[in-house]
């Protein structure tokens, strides 16, 4: 998982998302690994793929990832 894109990393979170969660820090390891390999400042989410996709769902999310260093946009 060391060679992930950031791309691959954020389908890997939704799909972790879809399924409650599963392996959810294991993801958000990658991305942040992915990112600073890449050189990205934050990573951009769909809200349409969210589980919860309204504001509450998403200052959640903004929240938990940047506990784990990782800034969260929505597209």
Known sequence: MSDITVSQAIEAIYA???NN???LDLH???LKGAMAREGAKEA???T???A???RQ???LMQAYFKKKGIAVAFA
């Open 16 to 18: 972790s998302i879809g």
């Open 21 to 23: 969660n599963e392996d």
């Open 28 to 30: 958000i390891a990658a």
């Open 44 to 46: 951009i989410f769909e």
């Open 48 to 50: 349409a793929k969210l």
């Open 52 to 54: 919860q996709p309204n």
């Open 57 to 59: 769902g998403r200052k």
